[in-house]
């Protein structure tokens, strides 16, 4: 997750620090204004920021990933091209997030759409994403699919308490968070590398590490699954707290 989320919160109360917050306040009331007010065709478009643009880049990392993660689910198993392209499109999301905190402190403007747009393109490129790319390279019974969704609804919820409770947290000088409750969603970029290992040494569908407990019934699951109810759990801690860089 970026860190203009926390700025934009904490402009949302009409806050700022004691040493000046980046956040321009008139840039919200006028983005307020021209997404109420303003029934233009492309309101929508003017009234975003430079750094949602850039949060919107972040969003189509992930979504190609997920489009990628089906063309190999639908083409040949033995060909990984696809299969690295939606692996690869992860880290490009992971940079357009840091870029657009950055953009917006350098402009001074954030705005409460913008954490919204933030929230959403982490849940795809680094939720939904991550679990099409666990789908596409074995782990598909229904056990899994429960395990994974698990995993995605963390994602969604530890995005959720972010957003409401960003003004709640403790801030530095300059108005950022100083930590993070629960580990960031980028942190399943560490899933992402470890499956890209995987595809690397060929440790996918049949060969998958750990094989398929319980075969051929109901509860048939791949173990290494547990890996994603984990970090789903870590991301939902609230006793966790990651300092922000």
Known sequence: MSKRSSVAGAAANGAASKEGSPVNPPSIDKQKLLLSADSGHFSL????HLADFIT??????GILSLFSSMRYCLGDPTHHGNLWAALAFLPFGLF???????????RKKS?????ELDSLADLISFGVSPAAVAFAIGIRTPVDHLCLAFFVLCGLTRLAR????????????SGKARYFEGTPIPTTLALDALMGWWV???????????GLWFAGSPLEVHPV????LLHGCLMTSRTIHIPKL
Do not use: Y
Request: hydrophobic letters at 55%.
């Open 45 to 48: 478009i003017r009234a975003l």
């Open 225 to 228: 699954v547990a890996l994603f």
């Open 200 to 210: 690397a040494r060929g440790w996918i569908h049949a060969a998958l590490p750990g």
């Open 111 to 115: 705005s409460l759409m913008g954490q």
């Open 162 to 173: 972010f957003n409401v409770t960003a003004t709640s947290i403790p801030k530095d000088a």
């Open 96 to 106: 357009f997030d840091f870029l657009d905190g950055k953009v917006a402190r350098w």
């Open 56 to 61: 919107e880049l972040n969003g189509l990392c």
